[in-house]
Structures are given as structure tokens and as C-alpha cells.
């Protein structure tokens, strides 16, 4: 989790973004590819960045390369001298957003170890929900962590394998792992992508117009490299890329029903990406246009609550026939403060972030439409900002159900006791933030708005946990009890 002193400005009314990862096999700029596919994905985490580059091929050969560093990452890929130290046919690369393990540079992947059969480097986006008991396991029979973050766990189950090969290797340690995850790997041989067996997490699969392929977090990681889309990684598949193309192993049984993060769609990919076929943008003017006709309310103007709030708002305003403004200006160069957060720079914070745009405010009765409400400080703070610009009315609708329970799949969202919609039903939330109503879309709402006839409890097409408390994936680590027998690890040979 994000540590006190990293205070970040006005953002604590969303889930925070998870992490981003990029491969890059077949290119004599496969480094400065793999950080312009970073940089495409920088929403998914800002606090680190790293890439490590693979040059010369066959067996333990190739020569590995790695640069890791604190902070966006133009400011540790904007340098040609750095991306001159990651020469190389292929690499890998990660943002990082913390959801387990401190910022500091041992957490910052791609994590690389040396094997007997070479060196092996690995990105992950998401959380396992078994790393604690896994660790202690593998901590009793010896092996040392170097880092806090639960993707080394894949290092040491991958180095206690008895398995030949790599991807052998690789299938044992992903049938000891639970949790949500897409990652990518590289060792001497190829570029190795894979997801979960439910398919919670995203990666795509494209291929570069000069020969050589790219694995990303989201499409937009492809297009800023010119990567032609090929297709999504499948749940519970892994891709091989190497000299001769593609191949495609399936370790797991192919779920029924994939449970892919509805939240991708709500706020975090960006909105120029497609997800699981389906572009974001149109996505999210449906989910605007559905709460519209689900919680309509007499209006003068939609205002959105920049950024991530935009498209809802355009969907709401066109199905409400209610004129769409930019009344609130988002200042796109304020990422963390600068000032000591006391007490009344933490209330003055938000206004670093948003200014209210009174000409499109002032003696109006104002809808806010926004993605979420988690702790509920920031949308008062909003919804107070509105009313001093001049607003006669604040009515916040919000383009997803009430976040009534954590996440544990990847997002850092807070312990449910801090969750505002888990705590006060509608009518007290929309007291605490100060607005005259409050209305979320309702889960059957989001669903028509995905294009299904509404949410199958029996068989949801979504990972919605937050909204629902349905954990599809077990909590192992949640549920643990120190006492009880650890697991026994595979370490048998084929």
C-alpha cells in the first residue's frame, strides 16, 4: 500500500490503478518499445518503473539487461542513454502501483533471477491470494526473499521445480498460485505471456508491422508502437513467442465463465483501449446513458468529475437531453503534493487537482457524474466546491454500484470498515458528501450496459466482487490460519 508520506491529492474516492506490463519479442528496439508501451499504460501505476532487455539468443547465451527506478516512467526511460544500456531483440517492462509490498527499489519489478537454465525476468499485474501461506512454505524449506512483493513467489516455485524445461517449470508454479494475474516473462529461449484461469486480469497480444510481437496490459500499450492487435490471451492460457511465432498452451481447463474485472470497463483502462472486444469509450457513454434513464433527476447541466467521470457524463447528458459542460477543470500537473499534508492542506488538496468553472456553474442545478465513491472525502470536498461556485443544486450519480467490499485481485481499494458504501446506505451517503441526491447505477443497469440482459448470479459474467462480495477466486491468505498444516509443495519430476 501507498505509504503515508505519498500523499496523493485528491484521488482517495477511487480504487487506485494496478500495474502494467509489456513484452516485446523480435526488435532491435525492443527496449524503447517496451517503455513507450509503459508509457501508454502509466495510468496503471505511477510509483516505479522497469525494463530488462535480453541481447543475443540460444541457450544461456543471451546477455540480460536491467533498469529500474522510482517514479513515472519518462523520468526513467525519457534518457536515450538509458535505453542504450537495454540493448536487445526482446524485453520486458512494469508499472507499478503498490498493492502489496512498500515502494521501495527491491519491489520494483520486472523481477530477475539466474536459473540453471539462464536468467528469467517477470512482470505481474495483480495479487495472488495464496503468496503468504506459499511463502512460509517456501521459506521452511529454505528458500530467501529478496523482496516484500507476492510476485517473487513465482521465482521460488519456478527454482524448486523439478520439471526439464522452463514453461514446465513455469505451468508447475501457476498450478500452485492462486489469485488474479497477467504476466509476462522472458528467459533465453522466448517471450512468455499468461493469465489467470478466470482471465480477472487483461493482456492482449499484438504483432509489430516489421516482424515481432508485443504483449501489453491494454491495446493502447500496442497502438503507441504501431502493434498491430491480434487478439486477448485467453483465461488460463500461455503464449510462447520466439523466432518461429506464436504457440499457445492451455495448462488449465477452460472456465465456463471467465470472470474478466468489471472495473476495467468502469475506470481503469483508458479509454481509448478495447477490452475483451469492446471499445472503453462507448463502454462508458452506455454506462452514463443506462444510470441516465435509471436515476434521472431535473437538471440545467452534467458536469463530470474529470477525468475518468468524462464519457459516463457524455452518455448521461445525450439520454437526458440535459446540456454537457466541463464545469470542473482538472489540473493534469499535480500528481503528489509538494507541501507537508497537515490537516488543512489535506482539506485545501483537492483544489490543487479541481477548480470549479463558475460560468458554467453559478445558479444551476448541477449533475456530477463521477465512476465511484470509496471513502467519500473527496467527493464532499467536490461537492462543496460546486456549491460555493454557485451551484442552486448538487445532484451526484455515480456510473457504478456502491464499492461495498474490498478488492484482492490486484486493486488497492481500503479495508471494508472504511469503505463509505459499506458502512451508510444511499440516503446517509448522500448527506455525509453534502449532496442534494446521490444514485449509483444498478448492477443489472451495468450489466445491460456491457450488453448482457442483466447480472446471472449464478453464473456472473464479471469479477464484480466489489460490488457484490462474491469472490470468485478463494482468500486464502484472508482465511489463513498460521496453525493449520502449510501446503505441500509439487517438487515431483515428469
Known amino acids: 500500500m501507498t505509504q503515508a508520506s505519498q500523499w496523493d491529492i485528491g484521488d482517495d474516492d477511487h480504487p487506485h490503478e494496478e500495474c502494467g506490463v509489456v513484452g516485446v519479442w ?23 518503473a522497469g525494463i530488462v532487455s535480453l541481447a543475443g539468443q540460444g541457450g544461456s547465451q543471451g546477455q540480460f539487461h536491467a533498469h529500474k527506478g522510482r517514479g513515472l516512467v519518462g523520468d526513467n526511460f525519457g534518457d536515450a542513454a538509458v535505453i542504450a544500456r537495454l540493448p536487445g531483440h526482446a524485453a520486458v517492462g512494469h508499472n507499478r502501483y503498490a498493492t502489496t509490498g512498500e515502494t521501495a527499489l527491491r519491489n520494483v519489478q520486472p523481477l530477475y533471477a539466474d536459473f540453471e537454465f539462464g536468467g528469467f525476468a517477470v512482470a505481474h499485474n495483480g495479487n495472488l491470494t495464496n503468496a503468504h501461506v506459499l511463502k512460509r512454505a517456501l521459506v521452511r524449506r529454505g528458500c530467501l526473499f529478496q523482496s516484500t512483493t507476492d510476485s517473487e513467489v513465482f521465482i521460488h516455485l519456478i ?4 520439471y526439464s524445461t522452463v514453461i514446465d517449470r513455469l505451468i508447475d508454479a501457476l498450478k500452485q498460485v492462486q489469485g488474479a494475474y497477467s504476466l509476462v516473462a522472458l528467459h533465453n529461449g522466448a517471450l512468455i505471456g499468461a493469465r489467470d484461469p478466470l482471465g480477472v486480469r ?21 497502438d503507441i508502437v504501431g502493434a498491430e492487435f491480434v487478439r486477448d490471451v485467453e483465461p488460463g492460457e500461455i503464449v510462447m513467442i520466439d523466432d518461429a511465432g506464436v504457440r499457445s498452451i492451455r495448462p488449465f481447463a477452460r472456465p465456463a465463465n471467465p470472470r474478466f474485472c468489471i472495473f476495467e470497463y468502469i475506470y481503469f483502462a483508458r479509454p481509448d483501449s478495447i477490452v475483451e472486444g469492446t471499445p472503453v469509450y462507448d463502454t462508458r457513454k452506455r454506462i452514463g446513458a443506462e444510470l441516465a434513464r435509471e436515476s434521472g433527476v431535473e437538471a440545467d447541466v452534467i458536469v463530470p468529475v474529470p477525468d475518468s467521470g468524462v464519457p459516463a457524463a457524455m452518455g448521461y447528458a445525450t439520454e437526458a437531453g440535459i446540456p454537457f459542460e466541463l464545469g470542473i477543470i482538472r489540473n493534469h500537473y499535480v ?18 487537482k479541481h477548480s470549479a468553472n463558475r460560468s458554467m456553474i453559478e445558479g444551476k442545478r448541477v449533475v456530477l457524474v463521477d465512476d465511484s465513491i470509496v471513502r467519500g472525502t473527496t467527493s464532499r470536498k467536490i461537492v462543496e466546491m460546486v456549491r460555493q461556485a454557485g451551484a442552486t443544486e448538487v445532484h451526484m450519480r455515480i456510473s ?59 453464473a456472473p459474467s464479471y469479477c464484480d466482487a466489489c460490488f457484490t462480495g462474491d469472490y470468485a477466486i478463494p482468500l486464502t ?18
Open 26 to 48: 523480435g526488435s532491435a528496439d525492443a527496449a524503447a518499445l517496451t517503455a513507450l508501451g509503459l508509457h501508454a499504460l502509466q495510468h496503471r501505476g505511477q510509483e516505479a
Open 159 to 162: 527454482a524448486i521445480s523439478l
Open 202 to 222: 487483461p493482456l492482449v497480444l499484438g504483432k509489430l508491422a516489421a516482424g515481432g510481437h508485443v504483449l501489453a496490459s491494454e491495446t493502447c500499450g500496442l
Open 335 to 352: 500528481g503528489r503534493t509538494f507541501i507537508e499534508p497537515t490537516d488543512q492542506i489535506r482539506n485545501l488538496g483537492v483544489k490543487l
Open 400 to 458: 457504478s454500484p456502491p464499492t461495498t467490499h474490498s478488492c484482492f485481485y490486484g486493486i488497492d481499494t481500503p479495508e471494508r470498515a472504511k469503505l463509505l458504501a459499506a458502512q451508510h446506505d444511499v440516503a446517509e451517503m448522500a448527506r455525509i458528501i453534502g449532496a442534494d441526491s446521490l444514485a449509483f447505477i444498478s448492477l443489472d443497469g451495468l450489466y445491460r450496459a456491457l450488453g448482457k440482459p442483466g447480472r446471472d448470479a449464478a
Open 477 to 494: 491468505d484472508a482465511q489463513d490460519n498460521s496453525e493449520r498444516p502449510l501446503p505441500l509443495l509439487q517438487v515431483a519430476n515428469r
